[in-house]
C-alpha cells in the first residue's frame, strides 16, 4: 500500500467542520472516479513533543504507485486542480505540509 499524507490547518476564519466535509466531499469524489483505495482524516487531539504539526492529516491510500502516478496526473488537469472541492480546499487551508508512506 502507498499512502499519500496531507497535514494542514484551516486557515484563520474557516470553520474545522466545514473544511473536513468539504475534503470529505473531495476524497469520495476520488473514490467514485476510480482514483482513489481509501481515504483517512485524523484530527490531532495531541501534538506531543511536536507543537507545529498542523491539526489534521488526510491519508489517501493506493494499491500501487502505478495508481497513484495515474490519481496525481489526473488531479493535475487545471480543471481538476483549480476547481471543485479541491480548488475550494486549497483556498481553505494553511500549513500545508504532505509526505508519502509505504507499508513495510
Not at 57 to 82: G, R, T, V
Amino acid at each position: 500500500m502507498i499512502s499519500y499524507h496531507v497535514f494542514f490547518t484551516p486557515k484563520p476564519g474557516m470553520e474545522d467542520d466545514h473544511v473536513v466535509e468539504l475534503a470529505h466531499r473531495f476524497f469520495k469524489q476520488l473514490i467514485s472516479e476510480k482514483k482513489l483505495r481509501g481515504y483517512r482524516i485524523l484530527r490531532v487531539t495531541n501534538p506531543a513533543n511536536f507543537q507545529a504539526l498542523p491539526r489534521f492529516q488526510a491519508i489517501a491510500d493506493y494499491e500501487s504507485q502505478q495508481e497513484l502516478d495515474e490519481s496525481f496526473a489526473f488531479m493535475h488537469q487545471p480543471q481538476k486542480k483549480e476547481e471543485g472541492a479541491h480548488g475550494e480546499l486549497m483556498k481553505m487551508v494553511a500549513d500545508f505540509k504532505v509526505s508519502f508512506t509505504t507499508d513495510v
